[in-house]
């Protein structure tokens, strides 16, 4: 069957990894989480005392570094030179740093040109921020996810709580908020939807509708290839 990719953009928390991973799971697809490899470069920036602010650093830094996404059922795990960081790149100092270190051109130019490869021969589903301007302006489906920031800060909260890791609501509601601002007014390649992009509110729904949803969209592409 004709395989398409799928852009999944959208801003903090508004459910693009668990869908993403829903989607992919049922059409059997890759599933390539974007974010991951900014946290991973943040992640060892951040363990080499490297300034986030740097643009040559830091893309000197990408060019040594062996980033590697791996599938598995939770999702993609991470790998940073061989050692897995899936876990710690998660942290609260890697979700400070990461907006940071994603601004960058050098960076960027470096990442991108990663997820189109990865993404080559079709049959992937990518998450991130730029997936549908920048690294697969043909996508054959674009979806940007929204969701109001009081909504995508209490998802964050309870996935904290789940994991047993202290949190408190009004300090992730926050952080959200910055990194969105600073997520959306960097020059480069800013979170924005594209124009052709579907975007799907889903502050009222279920990650299980708003996946069903994307299913449908994805399943209707595939019909008309
Ligand atoms: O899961 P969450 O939405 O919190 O973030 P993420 O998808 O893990 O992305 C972490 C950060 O990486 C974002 O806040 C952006 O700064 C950056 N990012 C990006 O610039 N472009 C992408 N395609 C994906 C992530
Ligand atoms: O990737 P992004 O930061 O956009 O969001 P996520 O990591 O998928 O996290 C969203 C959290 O909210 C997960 O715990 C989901 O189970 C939950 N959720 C969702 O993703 N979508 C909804 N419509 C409702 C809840």
Do not use: C
Request: aromatic fraction near 4%.
């Amino acid at each position: 069957m004709n395989k398409i990719n799928i852009a999944i953009d959208g801003p903090a928390g508004a459910g693009k990894s668990t869908v993403a991973k829903a989607v992919a799971s049922l059409l059997q697809y890759v599933y390539i989480d974007t974010g991951a490899m900014y946290r991973a470069l943040a992640w060892v920036a951040l363990k080499n005392n490297i300034d986030t602010q740097e643009d040559w650093s830091l893309s000197a830094l990408l060019q040594n570094t062996n980033i590697i996404l791996e599938p598995s059922s939770i999702g993609n795990r991470v790998f940073v030179n061989q050692e897995e960081v899936t876990d710690a790149i998660r942290s609260n100092e890697v979700t400070a740093a990461v907006s940071d270190v994603s601004a960058h051109a050098g960076v960027r130019e470096q990442m991108v040109k990663k997820q189109q490869q990865l993404a080559e021969g079709k049959g992937a589903v990518l998450d991130g921020r730029d997936i549908g301007t920048t690294v697969l302006p043909d996508a054959e489906l674009k979806v940007y996810l929204i969701a109001s920031v009081e909504e995508r800060a209490k998802r964050r909260h309870d996935e904290h709580v789940d994991k047993g890791r202290s949190s408190d609501l009004e300090t992730i509601r926050r952080d959200i908020q910055s990194r969105d601002e600073k997520d959306a007014s960097r020059e480069i390649s800013p979170l924005i939807k594209a124009e052709d992009a579907i975007e799907i509110d889903t502050t009222q729904l279920s990650a299980e509708e708003v996946a069903s949803r994307v299913i449908n969209l994805a399943e209707e592409r595939i019909r008309i290839l």
